[in-house]
């Protein structure tokens, strides 16, 4: 199932150039820009296996990208980490389908985790007064979700429901979506109001 992840972006390349193309309001013409209110998820179905693979900025679930430092942010971090911990209720699965997690993973800077670039850098970039922590405050943090299900009736699964994901984080306005499925490949952007998609 990993390697079909791993092959998506490279089987949605020319979607997602496509899709860049119609998308003039698009900050920078590529899917894995890191834009306020949008998130993506890619989405594969492959007999009883279900992929979910959610990115998204920090801004969008916890409603800011810097280190946790007071109580009130920690709590807040831990609070959406704990969201995140229980996809099957934040996608919406339907119980017909008898998904269960068979494994899931979290990673993001602000749970502690080592940012994705530059951590090497952040080492030894100060100048003594503060310089690095500075740098910090730039950063665009992001929060990555990667789960993996077993679904007893994967036939059950006609619909991806996203509405609660856009209920538990309503800074989310937008997540372009990259769907594979049994009716083959598509890329659709979901919105709140447009938050259920076929697979």
Same mark, same amino acid.
């Given at each position: 199932m990993r390697r079909l992840l791993l092959a998506l972006p490279f089987a949605l390349l020319p979607l997602a150039v496509a899709h860049a193309h119609e998308d003039h309001d698009h900050e920078h013409g590529s899917l894995g820009a890191h834009e306020h209110g949008v998130g993506r998820l890619n989405a594969v179905l492959d007999g009883q296996a279900l992929e979910l693979e959610l990115d998204s900025p920090a801004m969008n679930l916890v409603g800011f990208e +810097?280190?946790? !430092? &007071?109580?009130?942010?920690?709590?807040?971090? #831990?609070?959406?980490?704990?969201q995140l911990e229980n996809p099957s209720a934040l996608f919406n699965l339907p119980k017909a389908a008898g998904c269960v997690v068979s494994s899931q993973? =979290?990673? $993001?800077? =602000?749970?502690?985790d080592k940012p994705?670039?530059? +951590? %090497? %850098?952040d080492d030894h970039a100060t100048d003594g007064k503060g310089a690095a922590a500075h740098?910090? %405050? +730039?950063? +665009? &943090?992001?929060?990555?979700a990667h789960y993996q299900f077993t679904c007893a009736t994967p036939t059950a699964l006609g619909n991806l429901d996203l509405s609660q994901v856009f209920k538990t984080f309503p800074a989310t306005q937008k997540i372009q979506v990259q769907l594979i499925g049994p $009716?083959? @490949? @598509?890329?659709? %952007?979901? !919105?709140? !109001?447009? #938050?259920? =998609?076929?697979?």
């Open positions: +810097h280190v946790a !430092t &007071s109580a009130a942010d920690k709590a807040k971090v #831990a609070a959406v980490r704990k993973e =979290l990673n $993001s800077p =602000l749970f502690g994705e670039a530059e +951590h %090497d %850098d740098k910090h %405050d +730039h950063d +665009h &943090s992001e929060i990555h $009716s083959g @490949q @598509q890329g659709v %952007d979901a !919105t709140a !109001t447009a #938050a259920t =998609l076929k697979f």
